[in-house]
């Protein structure tokens, strides 16, 4: 786990779980998602930053994790700095595949009807460019 890139509450998690696990070295991810009422595949896709959480999920796992007030909130802010970080990717990318989709849908039409496709490339978020 990649400390510098994972977000707070994810690796306030897995110290969590490590933390126990010292404890108890027969202590496992299963039981660590049963305590917090996650299904064990959920929880490791989670901790391995592979899968969001609904937002009643991580109240639940604040609920069950007792944490400070102080940690409470760098938690809560971490989900939700997390979740608009992914969702703005998520636009993103549906914005670059939007402008791909309506270059290519301008360049067909030029083509149609100007035959001139190859000496006007489009590129996606720029638009028509002349050929060099």
């Known amino acids: 786990m990649n400390d510098s890139n994972t977000p707070y509450h994810i690796r306030l998690l897995a110290t969590e779980l490590k933390t126990r696990q010292a404890r108890n ?7 660590f998602s049963k305590y917090l009422n996650l ?31 102080e940690e409470s909130g760098r938690f809560i802010t971490s989900v939700a700095e997390d979740k608009m970080h992914k969702a703005a990717q998520m636009l993103a990318n549906l914005l ?29 978020g720029v638009g028509l460019a002349p050929a060099h």
Not at 25 to 31: G, I, M, N, T
Not at 39 to 57: F, T
Request: glycine residues 2%; contains cysteine.
């Open 25 to 31: 070295p027969r202590y496992s991810l299963r039981a």
């Open 96 to 124: 670059v595949k939007s402008q791909i989709r309506c270059a290519d849908a301008i360049k067909a039409h030029v083509t149609n009807q100007f035959g001139a496709s190859a000496s006007y490339p489009i590129n996606p």
């Open 39 to 69: 299904d064990p595949s959920s929880l490791s896709r989670l901790l391995s930053n592979k899968q969001e959480l609904s937002l009643a999920a991580y109240a639940t796992i604040l609920q069950k994790l007792e944490l400070s007030e």
